[in-house]
């Protein structure tokens, strides 16, 4: 027996990146001819061999699994900790879309940067050169300990240095400036970033250290975007910014926690600052009462209360079809929205061109705003302004009920803290009451309690032709 121990080896496809054990003329993945190479295993083909080879090795008893390998470490950044389900996990892969200049180069690097402070980070960068990396680092005030650059776009490269430094994380700053010899020759093909990402990731659990793979969302063209890679990852989190100045940070695939926290930002001078208590972010600063057209909700978006304005704005249509305009809150829902109004609220909409915002560039799509949605629409086609100071929330059924909400009681306490005494919601149930809660068991009720016995459809009645006026 050899004491030296061979490096196993396999022949991959260059098209596809399909693996057979023996070299076959013809892909059977792909049907290309000729595209088999050998090369050296992936670990997942080390394992699957090694699996075969132990019989007694197919599996183990859960109970013999550490559960210390699958701890995390935060992420120096608490927004990206709360996204990420409560800090970056141990082995994991994530990837970072957005479209190009939203901040996913300074996010990563304040990342890698903050994280490096504890154990050695790797950040590499295929689109930047060292010195402007020192230079934007140092203009964000980071600290340079424990951080590695390496500017390079060879998969081969970058896998020899993993192997050699073992940092707790690396950041791989474009997955799309990226190319491995073995998938093709251009960097940025479906073939290299898939490639890429699979080879990452595999190391990254491998090595139980974690990889973040920034990838640029593109338009249609000859370069992969990020949706090529994302079944390859554990975590996909999507780095955008609607018309405000706020960033928001979405996961939309999460295998170790839930997808309904948002982290906030703002790009500031010197990098991107968290917003830690975004509850007023989304109210409008003004004098005075609400004007026709806005309501307030109290909604969850994942572990934190929000307080959002959404504003309706109804003008007589121009054409013979209406149309509803909205891009925060889903079309569809609004339109449902009004015409419930109409069926039961004794205003008419079907004439009306329809249009709906989220003031801070918000999107919607917690279902208990439906009753606020319903209260700005009723206000803006009736010129009635809703109370001072009272917040909306409820789900709405197709036949005008006001149905339950989850942690009602929390919103309600949310709004007290934040100045808003009164809160117009569900029907409390026996046990469930809190002081400020007013609940409206139907949206005629609703509109009573909000607008005064005397406002259209508070007491029943046909739809009427027109409203007071229009405005926000
Ligand atoms: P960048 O992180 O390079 O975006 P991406 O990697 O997603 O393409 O930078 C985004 C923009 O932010 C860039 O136009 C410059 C700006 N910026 C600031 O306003 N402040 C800063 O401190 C930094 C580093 C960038
Ligand atoms: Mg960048």
């Known amino acids: 027996m050899s004491a030296q121990k061979k490096k196993p080896t396999v022949f991959r496809c260059s098209s596809c990146g399909h693996e057979e054990a023996k070299w076959l003329g013809r892909c059977p993945s792909c049907g290309e001819w000729n595209t088999l190479r050998e090369a050296a295993a992936s670990a997942s083909s080390v394992r699957a061999a090694g699996a075969a080879g132990t019989a007694e090795r197919w599996s183990l008893p859960l109970a013999a699994v550490d559960p210390a390998e699958g701890s995390r470490f935060p992420s120096g950044m608490a927004e990206v900790d709360r996204v990420l389900g409560g800090g970056v996990m141990k082995g994991s892969s994530v990837l970072v879309g957005g479209e190009p200049g939203?901040?996913?180069?300074?996010?990563?690097l304040q990342v890698a940067a903050k994280a490096g402070v504890s154990g050695r980070v790797l950040y590499v960068s295929g689109e930047e050169s060292a010195p402007q990396i020192r230079l934007r680092a140092d203009r964000l005030g980071l600290a340079?300990?424990?951080?590695?650059?390496?500017?390079?776009g060879d998969?081969?490269?970058v896998l020899d240095a993993l192997e050699k430094l073992k940092p707790r994380a690396v950041v791989i700053d474009s997955l799309q400036t990226l190319r491995s010899a073995e998938a093709g020759s251009v960097p940025g093909t479906v073939n290299q970033v898939k490639y890429c990402a699979l080879a990452l990731?595999?190391?990254?659990?491998?090595?139980?250290?974690?990889?973040?793979?920034?990838?640029?969302v593109t338009k249609e063209g000859a370069i992969a975007g990020p949706k090529a890679a994302e079944h390859m990852v554990d975590a996909v989190l999507y780095f955008e910014q609607t018309d405000g100045e706020l960033r928001f940070l979405r996961a939309t695939k999460n295998r170790f926690g839930s997808t309904d926290e948002v982290g906030l930002f703002t790009m500031t001078e010197t990098g991107l600052a968290e917003v830690a208590d975004p509850s007023r972010l989304f109210l409008t600063r003004r004098e005075g009462g609400l004007p026709p057209g806005a309501a307030v909700a109290p909604l969850?978006?994942?572990?934190?209360?929000?307080l959002v304005e959404i504003q309706a704005l109804t003008v007589p249509a121009k054409a013979s079809l209406t149309r509803v305009y909205s891009d925060r809150v889903d079309a569809g829902r609004v339109a449902r929205i009004a015409a419930v109004l109409e069926r039961h609220g004794g205003l008419r909409f079907s004439d009306q061109d329809i249009y709906v915002n989220v003031a801070g560039g918000m999107r919607i799509a917690e279902t208990g705003a439906d009753l606020a949605v319903a209260a700005a629409l009723y206000?803006?086609?009736?010129g009635l302004s809703l109370p001072d100071r009272c917040a909306v929330a409820g789900e709405l059924s197709l036949a005008g009920e006001v149905r339950p909400l989850r942690r009602m009681r929390a919103r309600v306490r949310a709004c007290g803290a934040l100045g808003y005494a009164e809160v117009l919601g569900p029907v409390p149930e026996d046990g469930e009451r809190e002081p400020g809660w007013t609940?409206?068991?139907?949206?005629?009720?609703?509109?009573?309690?909000?607008?005064?016995?005397?406002a259209r459809g508070a007491s029943g009645g046909k739809p009427g032709p027109e409203g007071r006026g229009e405005s926000v």
């Not at 939203?102 to 990563?108: P, V, Y």
């Not at 206000?379 to 009736?382: D, T, V």
Request: hydrophobic share 45%; with cysteine.
């Open 102 to 108: 939203i901040g996913k180069s300074t996010l990563l």
């Open 144 to 152: 340079r300990e424990g951080l590695e650059i390496l500017c390079s």
């Open 155 to 157: 998969l081969e490269l």
């Open 201 to 216: 990731s595999e190391w990254a659990k491998e090595a139980g250290s974690a990889v973040f793979l920034v990838a640029h």
């Open 300 to 306: 969850w978006e994942g572990s934190r209360c929000l």
């Open 379 to 382: 206000s803006a086609r009736s």
């Open 439 to 454: 609940g409206a068991a139907t949206i005629k009720e609703a509109i009573r309690r909000l607008f005064g016995p005397g």
